[in-house]
T-cell receptor, first 111, second 113 residues
Framework: GEDVEQSLFLSVREGDSSVINCTYT??????LYWYKQEPGAGLQLLTY?????DMKQDQRLTVLLNKKDKHLSLRIADTQTGDSAIYFC???????????FGTGTRLLVSP | NAGVTQTPKFQVLKTGQSMTLQCAQD?????MSWYRQDPGMGLRLIHY???????DQGEVPNGYNVSRSTTEDFPLRLLSAAPSQTSVYFC????????????FGEGSWLTVV
């Protein structure tokens, strides 16, 4: 995942909004994803965005895509303690054959 | 519906030993892959397969072998384990062309001492 970068850690209070950022390098990526990993578990697909979109909203989740800067963000509204997890952004390469992950951001939500 | 099943969940190996991590899926997916997860480095692709009899290398293939004799199974072999291979390993599968519906196993925690 060295070509897809994220900050390692984010701490917020319950009820606040969380914004997790990601930068990627492959301008030909067609899909960009956000995955959630809870302790001791595999990865769960949270949401995705097509490269021809700027924004996508899905309940408490908002994804923003800035193709010019190759910047992707995930905003979680009204963050809950159950949102504490590691969040990975990912991009597809080589005609969907490769899914390349970012380094992951650990989100800690305190009461 | 079992989904993607990985075994073993935990394993401790001595340096130089060999072992195989098993991965099986019952969804008739053509595409299967193996990732390793290390702190601060995200998930890195080791090997992948787009169908039975076809395998290809990912980002970090050295020290690992794979084979795909059936659609269901995609074992990952460590030929001569090294401490640098201490990691959590994830197997994943999806239908070919369906970029969204990727299913992950629950992970295999491997420690090489």
């Amino acid at each position: 995942g060295e070509d897809v970068e994220q900050s390692l850690f984010l701490s917020v209070r319950e009820g606040d909004s969380s914004v997790i950022n990601c930068t990627y390098t492959d301008s030909s990526s067609t899909y960009l994803y956000w995955y959630k990993q809870e302790p001791g578990a595999g990865l769960q697909l949270l949401t995705y965005i097509f490269s021809n979109m700027d924004m996508k909203q899905d309940q408490r989740l908002t994804v923003l895509l800035n193709k010019k800067d190759k910047h992707l963000s995930l905003r979680i509204a009204d963050t809950q303690t159950g949102d504490s997890a590691i969040y990975f952004c990912a991009e597809t390469r080589t005609g969907f054959q490769k899914l390349v992950f970012g380094t992951g951001t650990r989100l800690l939500v305190s009461p | 519906n079992a989904g993607v099943t990985q075994t073993p969940k935990f394993q401790v190996l001595k340096t130089g030993q060999s072992m195989t991590l098993q991965c099986a899926q019952d969804m008739n997916h053509e595409y299967m892959s193996w990732y390793r997860q290390d702190p601060g480095m995200g998930l890195r692709l080791i090997h992948y397969s787009v169908g039975a009899g076809i395998t290809d290398q990912g980002e970090v293939p050295n020290g690992y072998n794979v084979s795909r004799s059936t659609t269901e199974d995609f074992p990952l072999r460590l030929l001569s384990a090294a401490p640098s291979q201490t990691s959590v390993y994830f197997c994943a599968s999806r239908p070919t062309g369906a970029a969204l519906t990727i299913y992950f196993g629950e992970g295999s925690w491997l420690t090489v001492v």
